[in-house]
């Protein structure tokens, strides 16, 4: 993109964030005298957290919910606004807040959305039932399946609080909801203003309990992003910045973290890294890569950030060739890579693809869809291409 060429943008971040190592401490004082529920990852109380946080938030903490690992899917999220809209419903001003991974991110993204009425289904259950289920779910769940508006909601105030270093939820406006109540299952998108959280806590330190195979997929998530809001036809010269410079560290520190979980600077610079990729992606949107994966994680389970990471290369070989600012922008992606090795020839585009394979395979990860249970990946490349996300892709 040459300053000549340069077209209009706009951007918006409405999220409040704060980053750094113990900057979750910060989160008590800002909460005041409000009520909060905490939605949070199931390895919370084994760590020892939510005693602390019991301890911290005292009265005014109304509920603590689990998220056990797993997909975040419509089931679940029925399960939870069961469990949660009660709650709201009786304090409100109450704040939501999420602490984990992707999934619980996603999960309580939904749950901040209760309607104002209940659904008039709910008149069809029994008293005791309408009680302690005031709103009723199917009316979001219509929503997000794309068979009615939304309904009136009463947004409840959404604090994150990542624990993985990858997902972007935090800095995004949509959602991913499983839906298996349906067959074949499928996606859906939440993608709305008020899918923005008011605040989020990006704690480095917070990400030092994530076991290996989830820092892996996490870091090749925030790696997806990053390469996706590049090769895409919505970048901009600020999400080219924060793309690059996140996926420069994740090649750097990906590594790294692996070998030393306890690295304080590896788990630093991919907590930031999946921020710079949050911010970058919240405007551009993905692309191929993500376009591919939820097929493969449906059918396969395969973990997100694995199941873009094995298209990366492919993507990349499309993209290479189609437009100077993405080839720029792709060598300056590798060329930390390059002088780390002393072999500046790596750091061309042409090979750029090649030597992402090589990196991927060095943290585990085989680029042969076919490994992971593809075996009709060129029509699936196609379709992809001619989807809403493919067509962001600039090489479709
Ligand atoms: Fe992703």
């Not at 951007?11 to 900057?23: I, K, S």
């Not at 001003?93 to 209760?114: F, H, P, S």
């Not at 979980?261 to 911010?279: I, K, T, W, Y």
């Not at 075996?375 to 992809?384: G, S, T």
Request: glycine share 8%; hydrophobic share 45%; charged share 20%.
């Amino acid at each position: 993109m040459t300053v000549s060429g340069l077209t209009g943008f706009q951007w918006r971040m409405p999220v409040d964030v704060r980053f750094g190592a113990g900057c979750v401490s910060e989160l008590n004082g800002r909460l005041g005298d409000r009520s909060a529920v905490v939605m949070a990852f199931e390895p919370a109380t084994a760590l020892g957290w939510r005693a602390q946080w019991t301890s911290d938030l005292g009265q005014r903490l109304r509920a603590w919910v689990e998220v056990p690992d797993g997909l975040s899917s419509m089931a679940r999220c029925r399960e939870f606004a069961e469990q949660v809209w009660p709650v709201l419903a009786a304090e409100p001003g109450a704040v939501l807040i999420a602490l984990g991974g992707g999934t619980t991110l996603d999960i309580a993204k939904v749950l901040r959305c209760r309607p104002v009425e209940a659904d008039p289904r709910i008149d069809q259950l029994a008293d005791e039932r309408r009680r302690t289920h005031p709103a009723g779910f199917d009316a979001v769940a219509d929503a997000l399946r794309g068979r009615a508006p939304w309904p009136a909601l009463d947004l409840t105030p959404l604090w994150m609080v990542p624990t993985t270093a990858g997902t972007g939820s935090e800095v995004t406006r949509w959602a991913t909801v499983w839906d298996t109540d349906v067959q074949p299952a499928q996606k859906r998108s939440f993608d709305e203003v008020f899918g923005f959280a008011d605040c989020a806590f990006v704690d480095p330190a917070l990400t030092h309990s994530c076991p290996a195979a989830v820092t892996r997929d996490t870091g090749l998530d925030a790696l997806s992003h990053a390469l996706e809001a590049i090769w895409n036809r919505h970048a901009n010269p600020f999400s080219d910045v924060l793309a690059v410079s996140a996926a420069r560290k994740v090649l750097t520190w990906l590594p790294v973290a692996l070998r030393e979980p306890a690295n304080v600077e590896a788990r630093s610079a991919l907590s930031l890294a999946s921020l710079e990729a949050g911010f970058a992606f919240s405007q551009t949107r993905t692309a191929l890569a993500h376009a591919l994966s939820y097929a493969v994680t449906l059918e396969q389970g395969t973990p997100h950030g694995l199941a873009c990471a094995l298209w990366l290369p492919t993507a990349w070989k499309l993209a290479q060739g189609c437009d100077e600012r993405v080839d720029s922008l792709l060598e300056q992606v590798l060329a930390a890579e390059a002088g780390k090795r002393g072999d500046p020839r790596i750091a061309c585009s042409h090979l750029g693809a090649h030597r992402l394979q090589a990196w991927l395979s060095s943290v585990g990860v085989s680029c042969d869809p076919a490994s992971h249970g593809v075996l009709d990946a060129e029509r699936r490349i196609q379709a992809a291409l001619n989807s809403p996300r493919g067509r962001n892709f600039i090489a479709a």
